[in-house]
């Protein structure tokens, strides 16, 4: 301590603590701007659209006349593309997820297909569209369909869902994998019973991410065929549809200054259908992280 030059070191600390300070006031700064826009965002969505936020907004059609007019078929046939979208995503993912984890052995092959899987997640999404128009529409002959449009809506997820659940299950300690062999589980018990329930949190997580990504895409869907005016509600999956986003758009562009208040509260109603279910995914890791 003797070598130590005390006043060297304060002068250097005090260099270091103000450029400290200074980054702590940009990042305080870049927060704080960030905020203001999404708080300036909120009031003008909520005071345009708050008029035409009812009760009749739920119940009625898509009309020409903007006091008319709801989003009851966009709501509805975006409930039906989700519910397409969501198990055949997570069913598909999760378990690409697994066997590249647990089953496949590390090699060239296995690089190639995760490297490809991570490019994916980068692939802007009309690239999707044309490819659920391809093999889905036009291949398989599912037409202008919920199910041609969920399918691909789920390919859009899947590569973001795959690398989250990696992710989840790479990070489950071998201590747990290791007992549960101990105990005498097979691999599969082992996974089913041990490394899944701990990787549920991240899995979730990354879901609920790209499932709210995919219910405000629109470039795929209109590719497909969803329509931009339905005045009906979907009765399986293979009849026609629309859905939020692409309603809005609808909205957007008219030239009636009333229907910018109509897509303001459709745009309400996405952002509450978004705080569902981030909530539902927070509620679900918090279990499961109190468990494990």
């Known amino acids: 301590m003797k ?12 260099g270091r603590l103000a450029l400290n300070q200074t980054f702590k006031g940009i990042f305080i700064f870049a927060t704080c701007l960030t905020l203001v826009v999404l708080a300036i965002l909120l009031y003008r969505i909520f005071t345009q659209g708050s008029s035409h936020f009812s009760l009749e907004f739920f119940q009625n059609f898509a009309s020409r006349k903007p006091e008319q007019s709801g989003i009851k078929a966009a709501l509805v046939g975006s409930l039906w593309v989700m519910g397409v979208t969501i198990p055949t995503a997570l069913i598909l993912a999760v378990g690409t997820a697994i066997y590249l984890e647990e089953y496949a052995k590390k090699n060239k092959l296995t690089n190639f297909i995760q490297m490809n899987i991570s490019n994916l997640a980068g692939v802007p999404s009309i690239v999707f569209g044309l490819l659920g128009l391809t093999v889905f529409v036009r291949f398989f002959d599912l037409g202008r369909s919920i199910l041609a449009g969920g399918f691909t809506m789920a390919l859009l997820v899947l590569p973001v869902i795959v690398v989250a659940s990696q992710e989840s299950i790479r990070s489950v300690p071998k201590q747990l994998r ?42 795929p869907l209109l590719v497909v065929g969803a329509f931009a005016f339905v005045n ?3 009765q399986s999956v293979m009849d026609s549809f629309t859905v ?36 539902v995914a927070v509620l679900i890791r918090n279990k499961f992280s109190n468990r494990y």
């Open 3 to 14: 070598m130590i030059d005390k006043q060297k070191v304060a002068k250097k600390m005090g």
């Open 178 to 219: 290791e007992a549960s062999y101990g105990m005498g589980a097979t691999k599969w018990q082992t996974i089913l019973r041990v490394v899944l329930p701990a990787a549920i949190p991240g899995i979730i997580t990354g879901s609920i991410l790209a499932f709210s990504r995919a219910i405000g895409e629109t470039a």
């Open 244 to 279: 939020m986003p692409i309603q809005l758009y609808n909205w957007m562009g008219r030239p009636q200054a009333a229907f910018q208040e109509v897509a303001a509260a459709g745009i309400i109603v996405l952002f509450i259908f978004l705080i569902v279910m981030n909530s």
């Open 232 to 234: 009906y509600l979907p």
